[in-house]
């Protein structure tokens, strides 16, 4: 989790500044309870702290605790690289308010990634946009009279994709950029009174990596996928926008919200799921329970989890898999440090508190053939072990007799087993 901090931006110069940086604490100051500014940070002002795994302060370059592109990358691109490599989905998606830096947070480091792998493999990435509820491929050519919008399926096993969204082959670093300026000229970019070019869109750059490994010495293939999400701008209607900015507004606060309901219930779920494994632990390791008192499995039983709209907005159906899925997910929430900006950052802060909390469950992308056969190589250590227990103890002859018995023959099934699964493959 990563909560950055950009400069003031011109609209806002001049504004007192409300947010502060204390390692890993985002600091800010209730302009609600004190509208008075001394310039120092005062003990007897409400203060609301938020903690996160990292806290940048990227508002004066001459700080000596501001944080550049290459710092974030380094806490953060590298764990998406060596995720990557080691075969799992990657989803790094950046929230907060419109100017406050999440296209220059996230726009810098794609291309800092693509070149490190460059450095190893070629891939494939696709590039696409959610406008209005509307998915558009912003690699491919379209009629401008008649956009060419694309439908959003699910698939059982691998989850939502959108169907006919073009693919392109890289082979080298040029290729990359001359397609990722393409696509960013092509995003739906206009004038509000905080940025005089706020992304109207939601935007999700994908990067499917596949390696060729020798694993058992079977030929196989990790596959990993990395999103990289800059979501729109969160902003408060403004009335004197024409009509296309308020539908605009509407539909990105929309989806927006609809993340923030996913957010929740996810957070609300593992937190569920984490006190009903406390409960667990605490029965089987205590005494039985007395016949009149609840069992776990009542317990557990009156608490189901809630349900999560992922299908409310295209946004959230497509990033169903990388929230409470199978994805290592980071969440960059940007703020701006200036008052005027205050109910915008409380609210961000607050989303990326409860994405915290959201417990995903990622797992490598291999080979089902090559994955059961170690598990089943994996369960034949294991028996052999027990096996050589048994035969060193030899407390009683007849029990261990027929004990290692039914060991030796799953060891011979499992050895067959593997065997099988070779000769198909």
């Not at 739906?188 to 109207?200: D, E, K, V």
Request: glycine share 6%.
């Amino acid at each position: 989790m990563l909560r950055s901090l950009r400069p003031l931006s011109k609209s806002a110069e001049g504004g007192r500044v409300i947010v502060e940086v204390d390692g890993k604490l985002a600091k800010v100051r209730n302009i609600k309870v004190d509208s008075r500014f001394d310039g120092t940070w005062d003990s007897r002002e409400k203060i609301v702290a938020f903690s996160f795994d990292y806290c940048y302060w990227s508002v004066d370059a001459e700080d000596p605790k501001y944080a550049s592109q290459e710092m974030v990358f380094q806490d953060l691109g590298t764990s998406v690289l060596m995720g990557a490599f080691r075969g799992y989905n990657i989803c790094l998606f950046a929230y907060g308010q419109t100017g406050s830096g999440k296209t220059y947070t996230m726009m810098g480091t794609p291309v800092t990634i693509i070149c490190a792998f460059f450095s190893f493999h070629f891939f494939l990435f696709s590039f696409l946009e959610i406008y209005n509820e509307r998915v558009r491929d912003l690699l491919k050519q379209s009629d401008q009279k008649k956009p060419y919008t694309l439908r959003v399926r699910e698939h059982p096993e691998t989850g939502p994709y959108v169907q006919g969204l073009s693919q392109h082959l890289v082979t080298d670093y040029k290729q990359v950029v001359e397609l990722l300026e393409k696509g960013i000229a092509k995003r739906i970019t206009a004038a509000t009174h905080i940025h005089n070019a706020s992304s109207r869109s939601h935007a999700i750059f994908t990067i499917h990596y596949t390696q060729a490994i020798l694993e058992n010495n079977l030929p196989s293939e990790i596959a990993s996928k990395i999103n990289l999400v800059d979501l729109a701008g969160s902003e408060r209607a403004d009335p004197s926008y024409c009509k296309d900015r308020i539908t605009e507004g509407a539909n990105i606060n929309k989806s927006l919200v609809t993340l923030g309901i996913v957010i929740s219930t996810l957070a609300q779920n593992s937190q569920m799921f984490s006190s009903c494994q406390s409960i667990n632990t605490v029965t089987s390791e205590g005494e039985s329970s007395h016949a009149g008192s609840p069992s776990t499995s009542s317990i557990s039983g009156t608490r189901r989890q809630a349900y999560i709209p992922y299908r409310d907005s295209i946004l959230t159906w497509l990033l169903k898999d990388s929230l409470g899925g199978n994805s290592k997910t980071i969440m960059i929430a940007t703020i701006s440090p200036a008052s005027s900006s205050y109910h915008e950052t409380m609210s961000t802060l607050r989303y990326a508190s409860n994405a915290k909390n959201i417990i995903n469950k990622p797992r490598v992308n291999e080979d089902a053939n090559v994955k059961l056969i170690r598990e089943l190589r994996e369960e034949i250590d294991r028996l052999k072990t027990m096996l050589l227990s048994f035969e060193l103890r030899n407390s009683s002859p007849s029990w261990s007799e027929d004990r290692d018995g039914n060991l030796t023959e799953l060891v011979l099934q499992n050895e067959m087993k593997v065997c099988m699964i070779r000769s198909m493959l």
